[in-house]
């Protein structure tokens, strides 16, 4: 592996740590509503994109 991406590699730990953290900022309460808002965000971005794409596609095609 290359030693640029190696502070980069997340292990297992690191993954359950990030929870924990997160756990205690938000709390359980709090976590499907970020959820619900970055899914939301996400489905705006590929929309966008594909509107994009579509639009190039449209004038390369005149």
Known sequence: ???LFLPLAIG???IVLI??????LF???KIPELMRGL????KEFKDASKEEN????AEEKK
Do not use: T
């Open 39 to 42: 899914g939301s965000g996400l």
């Open 12 to 14: 297992p730990w690191q």
């Open 1 to 3: 592996m290359n030693a």
């Open 54 to 57: 579509e639009d190039k596609n």
């Open 27 to 29: 709390g359980g309460k």
């Open 19 to 24: 929870v924990v953290i997160v756990l205690l």
